[in-house]
């Protein structure tokens, strides 16, 4: 099951910054985080979740696309890796091929308008 209720910031990513690890994850879609949070992760990948979980309503590509350009403004495009929030596991086979579809599609609408490829 899913939290319901999430806390509104992530108050130990000021800790992970001195960690050896490359790859930080965070939930940005169902706790609805402002996407400034990415900057007090300097220096390391940003897995960015972009998929609510919590919700079995299939993004479209353009709100997976709506949430992920607003974490372009704090973090350079190589350091963002666009994800779900958390894993699979409850949602149904469909819906969960919907999301990650919905997942890579949007990802392109974004890689489109930073490339300026059509």
Known sequence: Q???DKPAGYSFLSQLVDTVAD???IETAQPKLDPAIVKELPGKTIIYGVI????ETVETPEIVAERLRPAL???EPDRLVPATD???KYLPRAVAFGKLKALAEGTAIVRRELT???
Not at 52 to 55: E, N, Q, R, S, T
């Open 2 to 4: 899913f939290v319901a």
């Open 23 to 25: 790859q930080i994850s």
């Open 52 to 55: 609510d979980l919590g919700d």
């Open 73 to 75: 403004a704090y973090a």
């Open 86 to 88: 958390c894993g699979m």
């Open 116 to 118: 300026g490829e059509s």
